[in-house]
C-alpha cells in the first residue's frame, strides 16, 4: 500500500510539467495556432528558473523568470506565425530549434551548479484525506499551481465569453473577424500564454523536480505534450488524465527497478516515448473523429484585410 | 500598424535574396552577442567564419562535417518536397551508425572488398527500416509524422545507448560504452590522403546530384511536387499519395542511414554515444536555407558545417561555451523564416483606423 501511494504520489510530480506545457498549447491551439516550440520555451524557462533562482536565492524569483522568458520567446514565435504569417510547423521548430541552442549557450555556466529546490508543502484538512490526500495534497506547491491551472482553463473554455470568443476564432477566423473580433490580437494572447505555460513547466523542471540545470534537461517531454493534446482531442478533462498517464509511464521504469526487475536504464527510458506513440495509434485509429474535434483553422495562418 | 498585402506575384528576388539576408542578421547578431560579452566581435567572427577554413586541413574539416548534414539534407528535401513533415534524420542516422557497427564487429575477423560495401549497407538498410516506421504510420494509421519521428529519435537514441553500453560493448574498453575499432577493411577511404576527408563527402555530393536529377528529370520527382503542393490535385491526377510518402521517407531514411553509416565507419571508426551532434536536426536547417534544392543544399551544408567548426574554435580560442554552435544556427533558421515572409508578402502601413466592416466581408472569400 506504501508503494502505490508513493508511485502515485511520483506519477503526479512527473505528470505536472506535463499538464502544464499542455494547458498552454492547448488555449494555443483552440485560436488555431499550433506552435511546435514547446520544448524550446520549455528548456528557455528552465534556464532563466534556475539562474534567476541561483541568483536571487528566491524560487519565486526563479519562477517569474521562467515565465517571462517563454513568453518572451512565445512573442518572438507570434511574430513569425502570427503577423508574419509564416508556416506554423516551421516557425515551431525554429523556436525549439533556437530555444535548445539557446539555452545550452546562457546555461553553459550553470551546469554543476545545485539549488534548495521546491519542498512538499502539506495542505492542511485535504492531505489527511486517506490515499488521495498524500498523492494529491502533500506535495510541492507548483503542484498545486497546476491544479489551479487546470481548473481556470476548464473553467475558462467552458463557461466564459473570452473561451468563446478564443474557440470562435480557432474554428473561423473569418467570421470572427467579420464580427468584429480582433483575431490577431487573440491569437498574440494564446501563443503568450502557451508560453508562459512552457516557461513553467520548465522551471518546474529544474526548480522542483530535479532542482539543477543539464544541457536539453527537458528530454522531448514538449513534443511529448504536442502529442497529449492531440490524444486529448482539445479538451481539458482528458489532459490532465492523459498527463497523468504519460507521467506514469516516464516513471514506470523507477517502479519496475524497486521490483527488482533487472533490466537496462536505458531500454526502460524509451517507455514515455513508445507509450506516446502507442497513444497516437489508438487515437488516430479513427480520423474522422480526430477531425471532427480538430479546430478547424489549426496551422493556417489568417492574414486580415489581404 | 504594419499589415501585410499579399504580392500579386511571389519575388523570386527575395527568394534568394532572403538566405543572404538571414546569414547577414546573424552576423550582426553574433557582433553584438560577442560585444555584450565583452569579447572582440572582430576576432570572434574571425574565429568563427574565416580561421578555421584558413587552410588545407580547416577545409578537409569542414568537408568532414558537410558529409552527414549533406546526406541527411538531401532525403529530407525529398520529403519536404511532398510536404511530408520528416523531423527523424537524427534517429535514421543513428540508426545508421547503429546498423553499420553491428555489422563491422560481426565482420571484424573478415577482410575483402565487400566488407565495407555490406557495412553500409547495412546501415542504410537500418536507416530505412526506422523510416519504414514512421511511413506505416502514417499511412496506414494517420498518426502525425512530426510526432511520431521525434519519438522515434529518442527511441533510437536510447537503443544505440543500450547497445554500446551492453551487447556492442568492447569487453576491452576499460569500462567506456564504445565498441571495438573495426578493421580496417570495414573503414572508408580517405579522399585527400593524409586528411581525414573521406569518401562520405563523395555519397553528400553524389545525393544532391540524385536530387536535382530526381525532380528536374524525373516523374516521380514531379508527382512529389504536385503531392506537396496540392494533395487533392495529387490524388484526381492518380499519383498514389501514400506510395510517394513510402517513397519520401524511405529516400530519408536511406540517406540518413547511410550518413551515420559513413559517421562510424570513417573518422570516429567505432560506435560512440556520441556519433552525432545533432546532424538529422542541423539538416533540417539545411534543406530550409538551401531552398529545398539541390545547389542550395550543398551550399546550405558548407556554411552549417562551418558552424560546427567555428564553435569548436570559439570554444578553445576564446572559451566561449560550445552551444554557441546550436545558438547560431537557430538564429540562422528564425532570420531565414522572417525574411521568407517577404517572398508572398510586401508590409504596407495601414492608413486608416479600421478597416470597414463590408471590404472585410468581401475579400474574406477570396482567401480561400
Not at chain 2, 537524427?90 to 565487400?114: C, K, N, P, V, Y
Amino acid at each position: 500500500m506504501e508503494l502505490i501511494i508513493n508511485v502515485l504520489a511520483a506519477t503526479v510530480v512527473a505528470g505536472t510539467p506535463l499538464l502544464l506545457v499542455a494547458l498552454g498549447e492547448l488555449i494555443c491551439e483552440r485560436s488555431g495556432v499550433l506552435n511546435l516550440g514547446q520544448e524550446g520555451m520549455m528548456l528557455m524557462g528552465a534556464v532563466a528558473g534556475f539562474a534567476a533562482a541561483l541568483s536571487s536565492g528566491s524560487l519565486l524569483v526563479g519562477v517569474a523568470a521562467a515565465i517571462v522568458a517563454g513568453i518572451g520567446m512565445s512573442l518572438l514565435f507570434a511574430f513569425m506565425a502570427v503577423t508574419l504569417a509564416a508556416n506554423q510547423y516551421a516557425a515551431g521548430l525554429a523556436l525549439t530549434i533556437f530555444g535548445t541552442g539557446l539555452s545550452a549557450f546562457l546555461g553553459a555556466g550553470f551546469v554543476g551548479s545545485s539549488i534548495e529546490g521546491f519542498s512538499r508543502v502539506a495542505i492542511p484538512l485535504l492531505s489527511d484525506i486517506p490515499v488521495l490526500g498524500r498523492v494529491f495534497f502533500d506535495q510541492d506547491p507548483l503542484v498545486y499551481v497546476s491544479f489551479v491551472a487546470f481548473a481556470g482553463v476548464a473553467l475558462f473554455l467552458r463557461y466564459s465569453r473570452g473561451g468563446l470568443l478564443l474557440r470562435a476564432i480557432g474554428e473561423d477566423p473569418e467570421a470572427a473577424n467579420a464580427n468584429g473580433l480582433q483575431v490577431l490580437l487573440v491569437r498574440y494572447l494564446a501563443v503568450a500564454f502557451g508560453g508562459g505555460m512552457a516557461g513553467l513547466a520548465g522551471a518546474y523542471l529544474s526548480l522542483a523536480y530535479t532542482p539543477l540545470w543539464t544541457e536539453n534537461m527537458t528530454a522531448g517531454r514538449g513534443w511529448i505534450a504536442l502529442a497529449l493534446v492531440v490524444f486529448a482531442t482539445w479538451r481539458p478533462e482528458r489532459l490532465i488524465l492523459g498527463a497523468y498517464l504519460f507521467g506514469a509511464a516516464s516513471i514506470l521504469h523507477l517502479v519496475l527497478q524497486g521490483l527488482g526487475w533487472k533490466s537496462s536504464t536505458e531500454l526502460l527510458a524509451m517507455l514515455p516515448y513508445l507509450v506516446t506513440i502507442l497513444m497516437l495509434i489508438l487515437l488516430s485509429w479513427n480520423p474522422a473523429r480526430t477531425r471532427l474535434n480538430t479546430p478547424l483553422s489549426l496551422g493556417q495562418p489568417y492574414r486580415p484585410g489581404c | 500598424m504594419l499589415l501585410l498585402e499579399r504580392r500579386p506575384v511571389a519575388s523570386s528576388l527575395m527568394r534568394w535574396a532572403s538566405p543572404l539576408l538571414a546569414l547577414i542578421l546573424t552576423i550582426i547578431t553574433g557582433f553584438v552577442l560577442f560585444l555584450v560579452m565583452g569579447k572582440d566581435p572582430v576576432e570572434g567572427l574571425k574565429f568563427f567564419f574565416i580561421t578555421p577554413v584558413s587552410d588545407l586541413s580547416g577545409l578537409s574539416e569542414l568537408g568532414l562535417k558537410m558529409a552527414p548534414l549533406l546526406l541527411c539534407a538531401a532525403g529530407l528535401t525529398v520529403c519536404y518536397r511532398a510536404r511530408v513533415w520528416n523531423i527523424g534524420a537524427e534517429g535514421h542516422f543513428l540508426m545508421g551508425a547503429l546498423g553499420a557497427s553491428a555489422m563491422a564487429i560481426q565482420l571484424s575477423e573478415s577482410s575483402g572488398f565487400w566488407v565495407l560495401p555490406l557495412v553500409l549497407l547495412t546501415g542504410v538498410l537500418a536507416g530505412m527500416l526506422w523510416a519504414a516506421i514512421a511511413a506505416g504510420l502514417k499511412t496506414h494509421l494517420h498518426c502525425n509524422e512530426i510526432l511520431t519521428t521525434i519519438m522515434l529519435n529518442y527511441i533510437a537514441l536510447n537503443l544505440l545507448l543500450f547497445t554500446v553500453h551492453g551487447p556492442l560493448k568492447d569487453p576491452f574498453g576499460f569500462g567506456f560504452p564504445q565498441s571495438v575499432m573495426f578493421s580496417d577493411s570495414a573503414l572508408l577511404p580517405a579522399l585527400i590522403p593524409g586528411t581525414r576527408l573521406h569518401l562520405g563527402l563523395a555519397f553528400g555530393l553524389l545525393a544532391a546530384v540524385a536530387v536535382w536529377v530526381l525532380f528536374a528529370r524525373s516523374f516521380i520527382g514531379f508527382q512529389l511536387n504536385v503531392a506537396g503542393q496540392d494533395h487533392r490535385a495529387a490524388a484526381f491526377a492518380g499519383f498514389g499519395v501514400r506510395r510517394l510518402t513510402w517513397f519520401a521517407f524511405l529516400v530519408g531514411g536511406a540517406t540518413a542511414g547511410l550518413a551515420g553509416a559513413s559517421e562510424v565507419t570513417g573518422p570516429i571508426g567505432q560506435l560512440v554515444p556520441q556519433v552525432s551532434p545533432g546532424y538529422g536536426y542541423t539538416a533540417i536547417i539545411v534543406v530550409f536555407l538551401g531552398r529545398m534544392n539541390a545547389l542550395g543544399i550543398v551550399a546550405a551544408s558548407a556554411l552549417l558545417a562551418l558552424t560546427f567548426i567555428g564553435g569548436e574554435m570559439l570554444q578553445i580560442a576564446m572559451h566561449m561555451p560550445k552551444a554557441v554552435t546550436g545558438l547560431f544556427q537557430g538564429l540562422l533558421l528564425f532570420y531565414l523564416l522572417t525574411c521568407d515572409a517577404f517572398i508572398h508578402y510586401r508590409i504596407r502601413r495601414r492608413k486608416t483606423a479600421l478597416q470597414p466592416l463590408s471590404a472585410a466581408v468581401t475579400t474574406a472569400p477570396q482567401e480561400a
